[in-house]
């Protein structure tokens, strides 16, 4: 059976579009649509021009081939469907500007501003417009974000849209399913730590920026990790308080403040120190001699024409010789790297 993939940067980078959509206002509907990103109207020159002709001729292609796919047609490749960006008329993109000049001013807001955005009302995602060409190759404002009504006649709102359904259950989703991970899965208050990675993502979700990134799946992940570890500290927090009271009334207090205790005493740790005795290593100048016994060894089974590898018997042990470790000569514990996740069926590093 095939595995179905509940979620993908692809469909979350379509449903965050759509999102983003509702707050916005366009002359046409398919001025909607960018096909590239730049920071500022100078960068719009032959160079990015020419890429966003590629860009929306991939995506034309990739257009093309799923609805001959949807409509029922078989054994087609996706070369079959492969649109040149030559054929594609630069009066017909579209540029995504990021800027800030439509965004109303708000000296209150910071009292040492450091960003552009710091000189400007707070808005739930980076402000953008959007761009085209006309015949006599001037730019023309086709949409801005955060707009209600025309382009000369509206006016600046950030409240009146919303996210689609479709991307808040993707939320949803995200937080079930990273509540069930062997590492959080195990706590009582699973459900509290879901709860707030929700609202955290309905908060923060829209601030996503394409032009920086294509990976919203990283984005919204490390955010949900975030949230749980915020909701284990204060946990922790109430849990450290709870058992001070319940030591000062000279009561027993948890299973984990009882073995923190039993851990932390001199006589534990003189213990775990002795438990193993004393830690020796081979050394090195006997380490060398049998090294060169064996490889004696081996040279003559090569001219006997035998191939078999040398084996260490128990004799040649007798050769090593050993010394006591000192304290401060041992090294810390290699721990394993936890940075690689399988969430969903794909691994993610963070």
Same mark, same amino acid.
């Given at each position: 059976?095939?595995?179905?993939?509940?979620?993908?940067?692809?469909?979350?980078?379509?449903?965050?579009?759509?999102?983003?959509?509702?707050?916005?206002?366009?002359?046409?509907?398919?001025?909607?649509?960018?096909?590239?990103?730049?920071?500022?109207?100078?960068?719009?020159?032959?160079?990015?021009?020419? %890429?966003? @002709? =590629?860009? +929306?001729?991939?995506?034309?292609?990739?257009?093309? &081939?799923?609805?001959?796919?949807?409509? !029922?047609?078989?054994?087609?490749?996706?070369?079959?469907?492969?649109?040149?960006?030559?054929?594609?008329?630069?009066?017909?993109?579209?540029?995504?500007?990021?800027?800030?000049?439509?965004?109303?001013?708000?000296?209150?807001?910071?009292?040492?501003?450091?960003?552009?955005?710091?000189?400007?009302?707070?808005?739930?995602?980076?402000?953008?417009?959007?761009?085209? %060409?006309? @015949? =006599?190759? +001037?730019?023309?404002?086709?949409?801005?974000?955060? &707009?209600?009504?025309?382009?000369?006649? !509206?006016?600046?709102?950030?409240?009146?849209?919303?996210?689609?359904?479709?991307?808040?259950?993707?939320?949803?989703?995200?937080?079930?399913?990273?509540?069930?991970?062997?590492?959080?899965?195990?706590?009582?208050?699973?459900?509290?730590?879901?709860?707030?990675?929700?609202?955290?993502?309905?908060?923060?979700?829209?601030?996503?920026?394409?032009?920086?990134?294509?990976?919203?799946?990283?984005?919204?992940?490390?955010?949900?990790?975030?949230?749980?570890?915020?909701?284990?500290?204060?946990?922790?927090?109430?849990?450290?308080?709870?058992?001070?009271?319940?030591?000062?009334?000279?009561?027993?207090?948890?299973?984990?403040?009882?073995?923190?205790?039993?851990?932390?005493?001199?006589?534990?740790?003189?213990?775990?120190?002795?438990?193993?005795?004393?830690?020796?290593?081979?050394?090195?100048?006997?380490?060398?001699?049998?090294?060169?016994?064996?490889?004696?060894?081996?040279?003559?089974?090569?001219?006997?024409?035998?191939?078999?590898?040398?084996?260490?018997?128990?004799?040649?042990?007798?050769?090593?010789?050993?010394?006591?470790?000192?304290?401060?000569?041992?090294?810390?514990?290699?721990?394993?790297?936890?940075?690689?996740?399988?969430?969903?069926?794909?691994?993610?590093?963070?």
């Amino acid at each position: 059976m095939r595995r179905v993939k509940y979620l993908n940067n692809r469909d979350l980078l379509i449903e965050i579009h759509k999102s983003k959509n509702t707050f916005n206002s366009f002359i046409q509907d398919d001025c909607s649509t960018f096909d590239i990103i730049v920071p500022s109207l100078s960068k719009i020159n032959v160079r990015t021009i020419a %890429l966003a @002709k =590629k860009n +929306k001729a991939k995506k034309l292609t990739q257009l093309a &081939w799923e609805t001959a796919k949807i409509g !029922g047609q078989k054994k087609i490749k996706l070369t079959d469907f492969t649109i040149s960006p030559r054929k594609i008329d630069k009066l017909d993109l579209v540029f995504r500007v990021m800027m800030f000049d439509h965004v109303p001013k708000d000296a209150k807001r910071k009292r040492n501003p450091k960003t552009v955005a710091d000189h400007h009302v707070k808005c739930n995602f980076p402000p953008f417009q959007h761009y085209k %060409l006309d @015949k =006599k190759g +001037k730019l023309i404002c086709v949409g801005k974000s955060h &707009w209600v009504g025309g382009m000369s006649n !509206g006016h600046f709102n950030c409240h009146h849209g919303q996210i689609t359904t479709n991307l808040a259950k993707m939320y949803m989703k995200l937080c079930e399913r990273y509540g069930t991970r062997a590492n959080w899965r195990g706590y009582t208050y699973n459900d509290e730590m879901q709860s707030q990675a929700l609202m955290q993502l309905s908060q923060i979700g829209l601030q996503f920026d394409e032009s920086k990134s294509e990976n919203p799946f990283a984005y919204y992940t490390a955010a949900i990790t975030n949230s749980f570890t915020r909701i284990l500290n204060i946990e922790k927090k109430n849990q450290n308080i709870r058992d001070d009271l319940l030591e000062q009334e000279h009561m027993m207090p948890s299973f984990t403040r009882q073995t923190q205790n039993q851990t932390s005493s001199p006589t534990y740790k003189k213990y775990i120190a002795d438990m193993h005795g004393p830690v020796t290593v081979a050394t090195k100048s006997s380490i060398k001699e049998l090294n060169r016994k064996l490889k004696k060894e081996l040279k003559n089974k090569k001219n006997n024409k035998n191939d078999d590898e040398t084996m260490i018997n128990h004799d040649d042990h007798a050769l090593l010789k050993y010394r006591k470790l000192k304290e401060g000569e041992r090294k810390p514990l290699v721990k394993r790297d936890f940075s690689v996740k399988r969430v969903f069926g794909k691994v993610k590093k963070y």
